[in-house]
């Protein structure tokens, strides 16, 4: 099976790649922006015409997306969220080569759910944020592309690489400096949110397996269970072996609601400036769009794809720990 794997260098990439790299019967291409891809192609700028002479090339039987940025304004959410979809969807239309295509979106394309509920596929999108915005709209256009194609919303994905400014990763960081620096308490905003976080490694294997279904539409990628940032915290502390306090910060300065950016280390004037400032994403109260619950129905996947989680959060926890601890 020829693959074409674009965005391999990204935090999902890059395990996707791993994944990809181990089954004998893949021959893999991975198409990019960086010196390291097989090919080098930005779809934000690049044509739809030179990414077909592209596929007509090399003739895979699987595209898989996931390349996007979560960072930036709305314009440049666009460029490379919507647009290069856009240009990867063409480009296919165009070419004679009739692969597959897996597209990664996200759970932002949700946005809020109502607490102790399952999101499933068929839930009304109603993202809280330009992010949501730009990966709703890149599924649109995949599935009314007429292509034979599965979009993954993939929902708050963890463990090794986890980057440093996601909840878990600006949480391992906060309590590395606590101990790097020997406080004895730990001070921390926005531990209220529950998200359902599922491993990047099972991530993986989720794009592997439906690159090989026949499975089309929007398939949800979690565990089915939320979990409260603040037991994240806990568990995060026991595997680190962290035995200050945590001190949870409810109220936000001036009222404003805090979200999962919010949280710091308050001892340093930067960390401070950070929990008095507004929450990341703007005016949304929190920076994914996705309010204070989310929790996937993952019965699609299971059904469909014949896949379940594998890793636990506490693996995935001690991974992001491994890490951080390196900085130490």
């Not at 997306?65 to 919507?82: D, K």
């Not at 490694?201 to 989720?206: C, L, T, W």
Request: charged share 20%; with cysteine; aromatic share 4%.
């Amino acid at each position: 099976m020829r693959v074409l794997l674009i965005g391999a260098n990204g935090y999902l990439g890059r395990y996707v790649a791993d994944r990809l790299l181990a089954d004998p019967a893949v021959q893999l291409t991975a198409l990019g922006r960086g010196d390291d891809a097989d090919v080098r192609f930005d779809l934000a700028t690049g044509s739809p015409g030179a990414l077909t002479r592209f596929f007509d090339a090399v003739h895979p039987n699987v595209v898989i997306n996931c390349a996007g940025t979560t960072r930036g304004g709305a314009r440049e959410l666009t460029r490379h969220n919507t647009v290069a979809v856009a240009t990867v969807c063409e480009s296919l239309r165009r070419s004679g080569c009739g692969a597959r295509l897996v597209q990664l979106g996200c759970a932002s394309e949700y946005g809020p759910s109502q607490p102790g509920s399952s999101t499933a596929e068929d839930a009304v999108p109603r993202p809280g944020g330009p992010y949501g915005v730009s990966k709703l709209a890149a599924t649109e256009l995949v599935l009314g592309s007429g292509l034979d194609a599965v979009v993954l919303r993939v929902f708050s994905p963890v463990g090794p690489g986890t980057p440093a400014g996601s909840p878990l990763g600006r949480l391992a960081e906060a309590m590395r400096r606590a101990m790097q620096s020997g406080d004895g308490e730990l001070k921390l905003g926005g531990l209220g949110v529950q998200r359902d976080f599922v491993d990047v490694r099972d991530v993986a294997r989720a794009v592997h397996a439906a690159s090989l279904s026949a499975a089309q539409g929007v398939v949800n990628i979690g565990t089915g269970r939320a979990v409260r940032l603040r037991d994240a915290a806990a568990v995060l502390a026991r595997v680190a072996g962290y035995g200050g306090a945590l001190h949870e910060l409810d109220a936000p300065p001036h009222g404003r609601p805090m979200g999962l950016a919010s949280i710091g280390h308050p001892r340093s004037e930067s960390s401070a400036e950070q929990l008095a400032a507004p929450p990341a994403g703007g005016p949304f109260p929190y920076p994914d769009g996705c309010g204070v619950w989310q929790q996937a129905d993952v019965r699609t996947a299971r059904d469909r794809l014949g896949w379940r989680p594998r890793i636990n959060l506490e693996e995935s926890l001690a991974d992001i720990w491994m890490e951080a601890a390196c900085r130490i």
